[in-house]
């Protein structure tokens, strides 16, 4: 099994950053793809931003302010996350499996899950 567990979710003012840390333990082996998500109330969970090895693919929402990056030493996966938006507000989730990643950034590409960290922006 794979665990995945995120932090550096917070409150923030509108035009803030923050940075969120996913960390896999388990049997992290072949973990080809790895991705972020988040899900507001009432809403679809939405894909924002994925890597596979050195490849980094965004969202149209959150390309530009979004950055995806992975470290693959400490089994780590983070998102940067820059003039947030009220919109931006959501639980953010890992994702990752262990295929090379599908162009569509979708919730059935991914095996394993992290339990999320919230963000909420004020205007």
């Known amino acids: 099994q794979v665990q995945l567990v995120e932090s550096g979710g917070a409150s923030v003012q509108a035009g803030g950053s923050l940075r969120l840390t996913c960390v896999f333990s388990g049997q992290t082996y072949a973990l080809r793809c790895v991705a972020w998500f988040r899900q507001a109330p009432e809403r679809e969970r939405e894909g924002l931003a994925m890597?596979?090895?050195?490849?980094?693919h965004y969202a149209d929402s959150v390309k530009g302010r979004f950055t995806i990056s992975r470290g693959y030493t400490n089994n780590t996966l983070t998102l940067e996350l820059n003039s947030l938006t009220v919109d931006d507000s959501a639980m953010y989730l890992c994702?990752?499996?262990?295929?090379?990643?599908?162009?569509?950034?979708?919730?059935?590409?991914?095996?394993?899950w992290g339990q999320g960290t919230q963000v909420t922006v004020s205007s």
């Open positions: 994702a990752a499996d262990r295929a090379f990643c599908r162009p569509s950034l979708s919730v059935g590409d991914f095996a394993y």
């Open positions: 890597i596979d090895f050195e490849h980094a």
